[in-house]
């Protein structure tokens, strides 16, 4: 069973960093591509970012480029989302998800989920 656990949320101001981090139990990580997506308050779930399985391919949401970056350590079985320059609209649950490849990983397509994690920038 393909499980994931986030972490790393909290309250931060505008402006501020934090980074969240996806870390898989029970399987390999680097087989699979990983995808984060927020889900702001009262709203659907949506993409923010992807990587591929190997980490050589990513890709970024529009509002989010230049300002939050992917990676993966795959002999830590983890993939992180560092996120700077934090605004208001960035509030609301971050997931990561698990896609058989780096093409899958759209919101319909994904195989694993993780329960999610908290973000709030506010001032």
């Known amino acids: 069973q393909l499980q994931l656990v986030e972490s790393g949320g909290g309250l931060v101001q505008p402006g501020g960093s934090l980074r969240l981090s996806c870390a898989a139990s029970?399987?390999?990580?680097?087989?699979?591509?990983i995808g984060w997506f927020h889900q702001a308050p009262g709203k659907g779930r949506e993409g923010v970012s992807c990587?591929?399985?190997?980490?050589?391919?990513?890709n970024y949401e529009d509002s989010v480029k230049g300002r939050f970056t992917i990676s993966r350590d795959n002999a830590k079985n983890t993939v992180y989302l560092q996120m700077n320059s934090l605004k208001p609209e960035d509030t609301g649950v971050y997931y990561c998800?698990?896609?058989?490849?780096?093409?899958?990983?759209?919101?319909?397509?994904?195989?694993?989920w993780g329960q999610g994690t908290q973000v709030t920038v506010s001032s």
């Open positions: 990587i591929s399985s190997s980490g050589g391919g990513t």
């Open positions: 029970g399987f390999t990580l680097g087989y699979y591509a």
């Open positions: 998800a698990a896609a058989q490849g780096f093409r899958q990983c759209v919101l319909s397509e994904m195989a694993a």
